[in-house]
């Protein structure tokens, strides 16, 4: 079967866009807050059993990973394989199935799961992160098979829970899809190619110190003091790393290894020196970097505050790693995978553009295993996880069309 011409593809996402943009409508009317993924599988699970492509449902409870997870046994991947599974080299297309809470309604214009489509949009919680890439990458597979595309590889679409909170769809999914040859995270990216992530890991310090009457502040030892004395040289640890890692691809941001406090807090009572002080946050990581490795040098800097002070060389901070942090990962330009999607948006839009990614997402636990890795998908980025969620019709069919083609021009050897 000769291939499709680039036009015959993108007149096909253009005839298909109707049940493309009615399917990304529908799945938001679906409130498939992490916990509740199975609210919206089903309907992608019928559309995967109307096209015939063969669709298995991995419970994650029993794989054990999803120990910290609410619902664990009712909670559920779908892996869908396109056309069907040949024993070919296997290129994985993922998507999350789960959204955050949409929060206040009465911020909303719309009530948040309207799936309403109005102005050129769509409407709704996961609109933009992320059944509008999910729904893209389900059509451009769509548009190939009615064109009669046969592609020299197998592609297993993964619907995964939890991305929201912990990653451990994506984890359980790589049981079921080991060692595929490239990987492609329909996560949101403004349009652009995403060939590089920073990641992070989150920590928490605790400190402690003793109680006093604030009238008589000298009798007790104030714990946010010292807290704010650990906050200001792990910053500076942070900017010291920042400098020392410059990228291309994220010459627009200050820096690409991000360090931030996200919550603090000390004390009990306005009026009483806090006897304890605790904060959480995330230092970035560059691509490649050893998790453990920076998890030590943190601790260092703790221990380093702490030998300058009395009391913190008696009763130390103590740093929780209460969550398992993301690798950074990058895949090099010249791989087939970017370069496939890069000749695919030149087709469609005249320019291709890329860019770093500094926040974390289950790409990491793809491009960590040194699988070639890409996100691309459609809408803003800025747009998620807020109030009025919406993504522009033109721009998740325009991705289609991006997807479609790059899938036609990708070339994998296996191995
Ligand atoms: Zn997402």
Redesign the pocket.
Known sequence: MPRPSDREVQARVDVMSGDLLDLLAETVREPSESGWEDRVSGRYADWFARRGWPVTRQPVGPTGLAAAEPRPDARENLIAWYPRRRGLPCVVLNG?LDVVPAGDEQLWAHPPYSGLRLDGHVHGRGSV??KGGIAAGLYALAVLEDLGVDLPFDVAVQLVVA??TTGVGTRAAALEVPGPVAALVL??TDGAIVPISTGLLFFTVDVTGVAAHTSAPWRGVDAFEHLIRIREALAEFARKRSASYRHPLFADVPTAIPFAVGTARAGSWRAAVPDFATMSGRIGLKPGEDLAAVRREVEQVLAEVAATDGWLRDHPPVVRWDHEGLPGWETPLDSPLIKALQSAQETCTGTATRKGFTAG??AAFFGSRGIPTAIFGPGEVTK?HAPDECVAERDVVEATKVLALALTRLEVSDG
Do not use: Q
Request: aromatic share 0%.
């Open positions: 999350h992160d992320m991305e929201e996560e949101p997402s289950d998620a």
